[in-house]
């Protein structure tokens, strides 16, 4: 069968561009191509003690939702940070968009969780502190809120008649008589998908794709930055301060030593920290339940430091991504995990030290040394930026506060398109994979966005 409008990536900026092309177009022929598993059947099968099993297809970041179904459930109703579509579409457009995001997800939740405001006393406080709070308007689902609305919304789609396919790996992409047919494997064999109209919203883990479909339809790739750092771990109350007034403080800091940019992001209230599998990479990253009982008394955050290269290298993701294997072949394959009191005094951290720690990991990762296997810039910089922190949320810099690294962002792709993320003709990308967003919001906004455009 040869479809309207093929989809490949079923996170949510796919999911929303399938939602909106139906809602304008009812007897549009839709299918969505997702190379994990349903969103029903992603389980991530390391047990109790929370290690990496190294399974082929990650569960936390392939299948339907995407990378953001056991993400914290955050969606930021602002254009601040998360992306740049306040750059690409004007401010009034993209914030039009983001608030449908919100108002989709809305009509399918069952429980709506209240907004987070913006906060002038704490942002006067990290100014007053040479940092920058970047707060804006937060929507809080939590991990499990987050997993039943968008399982709410996938059965909608399946019900109107969307065509949802799991476990298909696609390969490559051609235009033949002016169609564009996806070249895919699936457990039962290879396959084609033809379809009038293409849209690719694979996420970050999807950037070897995206670059080669770039290379292979002449696609212009501009040079973007990578992050490089650690999900810390602390103690709960140490940040309630702020946590309870705008649920995720976002803070940027220019380091004195470099003058480099680092950020704080991805706070996670009472959460965990996990491990994601990117490709046989590991990875860390952290999550939230909006249940009670569900929190723990930690709480965590990312602190990634910015890397811009300059001159002719052109292969900041790479780089990146070999720092990250190195960590895992010295951590025996999984993430490392080093109290701060060890990093600052040049030693690493033990079993014996990790046991007598007043913060409990929430992640069964490898006692290590981050010293051997970071960048000595990048791990300076994070060093500084904890002390800096410590000043507006003290006890940040406690010797028994955990680092697990490494925590790496790749925005290294981001192909050129015509002002309407339409890369070729009839040929859209959109979401994370497509250098422009960094989030649920931006990644959703994007989606709707591109389906008006095509309809």
Known sequence: MKYDVAIIGGGIGGLMTAYRLHEKKPDCRIIVLEKGLALSKRHCPAGKDRSCLHCGICSITSGYAGAGAFSDGKFNLGTAYGGSMGEELGEDTAMKYINEVDHVLESFADDYPPMYRSNETLKLKCLQNNLRLLDMNVRHLGTDKNFHTMHLLIKHLEQVGVTLRTRTDCKTVERVDGEYRVYIETPDGADTVAADKLVIATGRSGADFVKKICNDFGVTMEANSVDIGVRVEMKDIIWREFSSQIYEPKILYRTKTFEDRTRMFCFNQGGLVSAENNHGVITANGHSFAQPEKKTENCNFAILSSIHFAGDFNKPTEYAENIAKNTNFAAEGNVMVQRFGDLVRGRRTNDHRLAANTVIPTLKAFPGDLSVVMPYRALTNIIETIYALDKVAP??????????????????????????FEIAEGMYLIGDGSGITRGLSQSGAMGLFVADHMM
């Open 395 to 420: 006890g940040t810099a406690n010797d028994d506060t955990l680092l697990y690294g490494c925590e790496n962002k790749y925005y290294s792709i981001r192909p050129v398109h015509n002002g309407n």
